[in-house]
C-alpha cells in the first residue's frame, strides 16, 4: 500500500477508534418464545429452538431493548413461516470476532438446537485480523456448529462501510475487506453446505441506521431479520417436520 494512503487510513482509523461513541447492547431478555401471529399452531408442534450466537448485532446495539433486536424478529418470521412456536436465545458480546464465537460463545451452547444462527465479521475487519485467520476461525465454527445443530445459517458482516459516522477513505477500506471476507464466507458455507446470508452488499432501508450513525436502528434490524429468514432454504422442510 502507498506510504501516503497507510498512513492516512491509519490516521482515519485511530480518529475512529477514540471518537465514535457506540451504542451500548440493548437491555433485557436474551431468551425468549414467539408464536405464529396469524395462525394457530398444530398442538403436537414443539417449539423450535433459535440460538443466535455473534457480536453487536445478536447483542441488540442500537435499539431500546431487546425486543426490538435481531434476534427475536428473526423467531417471529421463522414462527410465522412455519407456523410453529419457535423458542430463541442470544449468546453475544459486542466487539466480539470469530474468534470469541469460536471458543467462547459456542461452547456455552448446550442441547438440542434446531436453528443456530452465526453472526460476525465486521470486528474481524476492523480489527485487521488476517485472511488466515479469518478461513480457520469461520471453518472451526462451522464444523463445531453442524454437530450441534440441525441447521446453520451464517451472516456476513455488517454494514461499517457505509457508516454516516466514518471518514470516506476509511469506508473505501472496509468495503474492499469486506467484499473478500464475504466472498471467502459464501465459498466456504456452500463447500460445508450451510446457508449464507449476504447484507453487506443490501441496499439499506432510508432510516437504517441508529443514533450512533454504527449499527441498526430497529427499522435496520427489521430489514436484516426478513434478510436472513429469506436466506433459509430450510424452512419448507421444517413446517411439515414436527417431533
Same mark, same amino acid.
Not at 469506508?171 to 471476507?181: T, V
Given at each position: 500500500m502507498n506510504p501516503v494512503r497507510k498512513t492516512l487510513l491509519l490516521s482515519q482509523a485511530l480518529w475512529a477508534k477514540y471518537t465514535l461513541r457506540l451504542a451500548p447492547e440493548a437491555p433485557g431478555e436474551r431468551r425468549g418464545i414467539v408464536s405464529p401471529s396469524s395462525f394457530v399452531p398444530e398442538a403436537s408442534a414443539r417449539p423450535l429452538r433459535l440460538v443466535a450466537i455473534g457480536d453487536s448485532l445478536v447483542a441488540g446495539s442500537g435499539v431500546e431493548h431487546q425486543d426490538l433486536a435481531l434476534t427475536p424478529r428473526i423467531a417471529q418470521k421463522i414462527a410465522n413461516t412455519v407456523n410453529r412456536p419457535v423458542q430463541w436465545e442470544t449468546?453475544?458480546?459486542? /466487539?466480539?470476532?470469530?474468534? *470469541? $464465537? +469460536?471458543?467462547?460463545?459456542?461452547?456455552? $451452547?448446550? /442441547?438440542?438446537?434446531?436453528?443456530?444462527?452465526?453472526?460476525? /465479521?465486521?470486528?474481524?475487519?476492523? &480489527?485487521? +485480523?488476517?485472511? =488466515?485467520?479469518?478461513?480457520?476461525?469461520?471453518?472451526? @465454527?462451522?464444523?463445531? %456448529?453442524?454437530?450441534r445443530a440441525d441447521h446453520v445459517i451464517v451472516c456476513s458482516a455488517g454494514q461499517p462501510h457505509h457508516s454516516p459516522k466514518l471518514p470516506?477513505?476509511? +469506508?473505501?477500506?472496509?468495503?474492499?475487506?469486506?467484499?473478500?471476507?464475504?466472498?471467502?464466507?459464501? *465459498?466456504?458455507?456452500? =463447500?460445508?453446505? !450451510?446457508?449464507?446470508?449476504? $447484507? %453487506?452488499? &443490501?441496499?439499506? $432501508?432510508?432510516?437504517?441506521? %441508529?443514533?450512533?450513525?454504527?449499527? #441498526?436502528? &430497529?427499522? /435496520?434490524?427489521?430489514?436484516?431479520?426478513?434478510? !436472513? @429468514?429469506? %436466506?433459509?432454504?430450510?424452512? #419448507?422442510?421444517?413446517?411439515?417436520?414436527?417431533?
Open positions: 449468546h453475544a458480546k459486542l /466487539g466480539s470476532t470469530m474468534r *470469541r $464465537v +469460536r471458543y467462547r460463545f459456542l461452547p456455552e $451452547v448446550t /442441547g438440542h438446537i434446531d436453528i443456530l444462527f452465526i453472526c460476525a /465479521g465486521s470486528n474481524d475487519v476492523m &480489527a485487521k +485480523r488476517s485472511k =488466515e485467520e479469518w478461513l480457520d476461525d469461520l471453518r472451526a @465454527v462451522i464444523e463445531q %456448529a453442524r454437530t470516506a477513505m476509511l +469506508r473505501r477500506e472496509l468495503a474492499r475487506r469486506i467484499d473478500w471476507q464475504t466472498a471467502a464466507s459464501q *465459498r466456504i458455507c456452500r =463447500e460445508y453446505g !450451510v446457508d449464507f446470508v449476504d $447484507v %453487506a452488499h &443490501a441496499e439499506l $432501508v432510508s432510516d437504517f441506521w %441508529a443514533t450512533d450513525g454504527f449499527h #441498526p436502528s &430497529a427499522s /435496520g434490524y427489521e430489514q436484516a431479520s426478513g434478510l !436472513v @429468514v429469506q %436466506a433459509m432454504s430450510f424452512l #419448507p422442510e421444517m413446517t411439515a417436520t414436527i417431533r
